[in-house]
Structures are given as structure tokens and as C-alpha cells.
């Protein structure tokens, strides 16, 4: 029988959560009467416990590291992989058991979902003339813009005919790149301002019409009011040049 620790039987059973060292000492009777004593020292080391880290979503074409929160002499990925760093380039479940130095395993898995790659689609003009103001816009709704001019919102506004890039960000993290091409129309490149300000301190003071370098001269410009009287008559003058513009002012006053 088992005589330290005290049990009147020769099983011993030890509970989950200990650990440290514990003897025990068993004294045998033969049929004779005569007894012996033997004493064994038990060690119950503690469980390697960790967690599996690292990000548990993944965007198609990407990958992604997992690893475990703590050191230990030996790793087994469900993989096959036996360094502490895994490489992972699909969805699936990946787990790991770590083996401490004393010999002790413990075991951890990690879910990870892989997500499509967005598809963005952007809508606007498909022609445009220089100067021309006009509008994009990302035809779905995502947490994150990006344009190749710096805007950041779904609907931007562009003066040139070029080609334009958007980069989305989806709710799941994963990034979407869309382009769109506008060309340059043909004829005339003329603009003329939407507004200006001539009350006398300095800026925009002057209303007159921009064009490119194939137009030498305007043979004629007209301004009419609101109520279709004649404000401002221009003839045979060179655009570009404020000389020849506006000052807003009607029979000689503002």
C-alpha cells in the first residue's frame, strides 16, 4: 500500500493543475509477513500553454505570418513546417504543437478566411476638353479612397483630359484598383471663367477668357445680363490677356 502520501490503496492519482515535485513511498507485504519500502519522486512539469498570433484574414495574392506567443525546443505546424514562423498564402485552418524542453506538448490552431480582391468601377465622362471641370465617381461604396490626385472621397472632380487611378480599401481590408481614360476633344480650347470679383482689392479683378495656342484671336465676345441686356462687347483681341477683359463694370460703374 501507498504510505506517503497516506492512501489506503496502491493507485494515486495526481490532480490536472499541479505541478512541482511530490514523493511517494509504497511499503509491500509478501505472503511471508516481510515488508519492503520503496520511494519514487514524481515531477509534474506545467503545459507549454500559448496562442497561435498573427492576422486571421488574408487578401487573394497576399500572405500572411503566424507564429506562437512563446518559445519552446521543438514546433510541428499541421503543415509539416517545423520553424516557430509560418508563411501562409490560403485560407484554412493551421495548427501547432509546441514541445517545451522538458518534453511537454501543448497544441493551438488558428482559422484564417482569404477574401476575393475587390473590383472597383469608376463612372464619368469619356471625353473632356482642357479645362473642362468634370466629375468621377466610384460607382460602389468602400470604407477607403485613394485617387491619383490625391483625393480621398468616392466623387472627385478633374480639369484635364488624362488618365485617372482609384485604389479602394474594403471592409475586409483587401485593396481594388480601377482606371479611367479621358480623352482630349477635339476643337477649340477655349474657357471661360464662372466667376470673378472686381471690387477693387486686388485679386480677380478682371473677367477674361483663356484659350490654348491655336487660338491667336477672338473675333468677338459678348456678356449679357441676366435679363438679356448687353453688359460687355469685345472685338478682335488675343485671349489670355486681362487687358482685354472685363471689369465688371456696366456704363462705367460697378
Not at 515488508?35 to 509534474?44: G, K, S, W
Not at 506538448?105 to 472597383?120: G, I, K, N
Not at 459678348?222 to 441686356?229: D, I, L, M, P, Q
Request: proline share 7%.
Amino acid at each position: 500500500i501507498l504510505v506517503s502520501p497516506s492512501s489506503s490503496t496502491t493507485l494515486v492519482f495526481i490532480a490536472p493543475d499541479f505541478t512541482g515535485a511530490i514523493e511517494y513511498t509504497v511499503m509491500v507485504t509478501d505472503v511471508d509477513g516481510c515488508t519492503e519500502l520503496a520511494t519514487a519522486q514524481v515531477v509534474v512539469h506545467p503545459l507549454p500553454v500559448f496562442s497561435i498570433i498573427g492576422p486571421e484574414d488574408l487578401c487573394v495574392g497576399d500572405s500572411l505570418d503566424l507564429q506562437p506567443d512563446r518559445m519552446a525546443a521543438a514546433y510541428l505546424w499541421s503543415t509539416g513546417d517545423t520553424e516557430p514562423l509560418l508563411e501562409v498564402k490560403t485560407s484554412g485552418a493551421y495548427g501547432l504543437t509546441l514541445t517545451d524542453v522538458n518534453g511537454c506538448s501543448f497544441s493551438d490552431e488558428l482559422t484564417v478566411q482569404e477574401y476575393a480582391l475587390p473590383l472597383p468601377r469608376i463612372q464619368g465622362p469619356a471625353s473632356s476638353y482642357l479645362g473642362e471641370e468634370v466629375n468621377l465617381r466610384v460607382l460602389e461604396t468602400y470604407p477607403e479612397y485613394l485617387w491619383s490626385t490625391g483625393g480621398t472621397t468616392q466623387l472627385i472632380t478633374v480639369d484635364s483630359p488624362t488618365i485617372y487611378q482609384v485604389t479602394i480599401t474594403d471592409e475586409n481590408g483587401c485593396p481594388g484598383i480601377a482606371s479611367w481614360t479621358i480623352a482630349e476633344e477635339v476643337g477649340y480650347k477655349l474657357f471661360t471663367p464662372n466667376a470673378f470679383s472686381p471690387n477693387g482689392v486686388g485679386d480677380n479683378e478682371i473677367w477674361y477668357p483663356f484659350a490654348a495656342n491655336e487660338v491667336a484671336l477672338i473675333r468677338r465676345l459678348e456678356v449679357y445680363n441676366r435679363w438679356g441686356g448687353q453688359v460687355f462687347v469685345q472685338k478682335n483681341f488675343a485671349p489670355n490677356d486681362p487687358l482685354f477683359g472685363w471689369d465688371g463694370r456696366i456704363n462705367g460703374s460697378l
